[in-house]
Structure formats: C-alpha cells, structure tokens
C-alpha cells in the first residue's frame, strides 16, 4: 500500500482527498500548516500532494526547504494559481508536477500513480537503455564497464534518474544539488551535462529545447 501525504489546510479538500485517495488503494496522512509540513520527514511517502497557499508557511516555501534537505520525494503542487507562470516557478522550485485545484478525479489519479509508480520500480527505471545506476555504491556503469565521472557529474545524473519522468531545467538542478549561498556560473549545467555526454556511448539525458532536460528512457 503506497503512503500519500496530502498537505492542505481547507477542511473540505483535504478530506475530499483522504477519502478518495484512501477508497483508491492508498494509505493517506493529512497536515492542515505549512510549519507542521516543514517539519515532516517525507522521505516516509511515496508522494506528497501539496497545496501552495497554505497558513504559516507557504507550500511553494515547505518544498523549498524540503529539497534543500535532499529529500527526493516525489511532490505534486496542487493550486488555484495555475498560470504558466506558477507553473514554472514550481517546477523549478523543486515540484515534480502540477495540477489546479479544478482538477477532475481521474486526472489526479492518473497523475498520483505515476508519481508512486517512479518510486516503486526504482530497479526497472535506473535501467537508462545501456546504463546502469547502482544507488547503494553511487556509481554507473554502461555495458558493464565504469563511467569515470566527477562527483559533482555523479549527483547531476543521479537527480536525473531520481526523477526518470521530469522535465528538469537547469535551475532546479542547481537548486537541488549545490548548497544555499554558492552561486555557480550561468551555463554550468549545460557544461556538466555536455561532460557527462562525453563519456558515455549512449547519451542518457534528452535537452527538451526552451525548458531544460529529461532522463532518455526507452
């Protein structure tokens, strides 16, 4: 039974959510505040559905601090402010997707499984066509020969395939993997990446033009 935690502090919703969420197989956990989310280790979920606006801390804020703890848990924003806009600033903030609160049910569900299911064949989606990534050693392999690559290559791919199905623009990969207060140059993600290609037979990630980049599975 997969783990949903749904932050969302209007009555009516969250129990709207817990209840069709929880007759659709899943175990769900609610918070009502964004102080006591931000306090959540939801490293324990297989997804959390988070609302934005949201008393004493904003959601946008919670999956700020959230990200920078390094948790990977898979979050979908869920919000009345559905302009591309928003949109794009909660991606890059560190959302791996993102639905209006006018949403029907089929859509969530759809999209609440796909989230989970990422987490759940974790050994299936690290097979990137000839690569492999082995999470416990930290370390690739591309037809069972090493991949020599620099630490900082090492987390830029393992973000990639602990979010196989996302569109990552370089900001959120900065934002995911250097700390608060370094303030790297403007194209180093596009310099890491073009490393990364370098020394790989099979170019495991895909530039999606004007957004940014995405895992290349089969």
Known sequence: MYRILVVEDEQKMAATLEKGLTANGYKVDVIINGLNARMADI????????????????????????????????????????????????????????????FE??????????????NANIEI?????????????????????????????????????DHPHSIVSPTQLVRALWDHGENPYSNVIARHIKSIRSKTQYDPIKTIRGLGYRLRLK
């Open 43 to 102: 490293s324990e979920y297989d997804a959390v559905i988070l609302d934005w606006m949201l008393p004493q801390i904003e959601g946008i804020e919670v999956l700020r601090f959230w990200r920078s703890k390094k948790y990977t848990t898979p979050v979908m924003m869920l919000t009345a402010n559905d302009t591309v806009k928003d949109r794009v600033f909660g991606l890059d903030t560190g959302a791996d997707d993102y639905l209006g609160k006018y």
């Open 125 to 161: 989606i690290n097979k990137a066509e000839k690569i492999i990534y082995d999470r416990k050693a930290n370390t690739f392999t591309e037809n069972d020969n090493d991949i020599s690559l620099t630490s900082t290559e090492t987390k830029i791919l393992g973000y990639f395939f």
């Open 105 to 118: 049910w089929d859509e969530l569900l759809a999209r609440v499984h796909a989230l989970t299911r990422r």
